[in-house]
Every structure is written in C-alpha cells, then in structure tokens.
C-alpha cells in the first residue's frame, strides 16, 4: 500500500499565504488525486513525478495581484501580441499524468495564434476546447507567490511546454515589488529574460508599474488605461533606441 511520509509541513509564503506540503510516493499522489481539494484550497499541485502534494490557502493580498496580473496581461496582450486568452487557475497536467494531478498557477494564457486556436475549439465546443487545453500548453504562466515548498513549479512548467514564466515578488506589510521574466525549454534550466519574448519589448519593470496603476485604479477604463500607457512609453522608447543605434542608421538615409 503506498504511504504518505513525513508528515504535512507548512510553510507562510511572503505575501501571507499559507501553504500545506506533503511528500508522498507517485501511487499515493495518483490516489489522492481524487479528493477534491479544490473545496479546501484555492491553489492545488498533486505531483506524481516529484512525490509532492502542496495545498494553498492566498492571502488577500496574493488573490489581489493574481487578479491584477490577469488584467495587465489582457491588456499588454491585446495591444501587443493581437490576441491573448486567460486560463486563470485551470489545473495543467504534462501528457501522461495521472487524471486529476497537475499545477494551477495563479494565472496562465494562450498568445498570439494559440489564443485563436483556443477560441476557435471553444466555438466549436467544449470537446474541442478541453481536447486543446490537453494537447496545447499555455505560452504564459504567472505566478505571485513561489514558497520554498513548491518551487519545482519552475521545472514542471518547462515540461508542459510553456514557453515563459512571470514570478511577481512581493512581500507582506510593504511596497516592495518586483517582477521576473524567465524563458523555459524542457531539459533546461531557465533563463533570465530582460524583456518578454511573448509580449515583445515588455520589462518586468513595465509590467510592476502596470500593476501599481491598476491597483490604484477604481474603473476598468481606468485600469486598461493604465496598462495602455505603460505599453505606449515602452514602444516610443523602443523607437528612439533604434533610431539612435548607428547599426539603423543606413536605413534612415
């Protein structure tokens, strides 16, 4: 019979999260997986492959950026890739897990054309749409709060296939927040990203400064207006590098 060992360990994350973790063996995790922790616990990650199961409870502060992050990203991603689709908290699985275990981040999006094709398997129906989310992973994660107990997330998420995480780093009873983009390929550590490579030219500053606009903002004009106005300073610089980088200047003459 397989066993579940140590016993739960809890750890609270830096925004004020509780967080549940327990090591068990990969039949332990595959059976438990058919609790419905989701009643419990907001954020739920049964892993078979790594014998861990974490259980989290957010804080108020925690639900408060997951929810702005969704809105930065609508945003950005409208205006810079064309199309963006929102998972939320869908909980991802790689091929070949058993059913029920897998990830919920804190938010998770299609890009660009896979949020067409999203959409286009939703029209066609429900079938369609799960049978995408199976076979597609999301191109954009975001998490706002990575414990010490959970941060194996990073690995799992390069092995779904999505192509870049958001770690938003904040901590409670303070103004203190910083973001950080990373570049994930199955197999490989991840990579350190000075701007997104999805939302082409967005810094992780740009994005911190959306989220503070957002946060400060009481209607949703407001709050699009916010994450618009980040966006057009970042392109107006984008331009004004080129224009003075010598190795464009034979194209201006």
Known sequence: MPTVNPPVTMYTGPLGSTVHALRADSGTVAELAAVDWSRHYRRVWLDPAGGLITLMSPSRLHEELAKTLDIVVDAAGSILAGAVDGLRTTRLRRPGDPPGTGVEPDCAFYIGPHAR????????????????????APDLVVEVEITSADEGKIERYAEMGVRELWWLRGR????????????????????????????????????????????????????MEAVARVVRRRRQESVRVREEDPRYASYSE
């Open 117 to 136: 094709g999203y959409r286009a398997a939703l029209v066609e129906g429900e079938a369609a749409a799960d049978a995408f989310l199976d076979r597609t």
């Open 172 to 223: 409670r009873g303070t103004r203190e927040l910083r973001a950080e983009f990373l570049a994930l390929c199955p197999g490989s550590p991840p990579r350190n990203l000075q701007a997104s490579e999805l939302l082409v030219g967005l810094t992780p500053g740009d994005v911190c400064e959306a989220v503070e606009g957002v946060r400060l903002s009481l209607t949703l004009t407001e709050r």
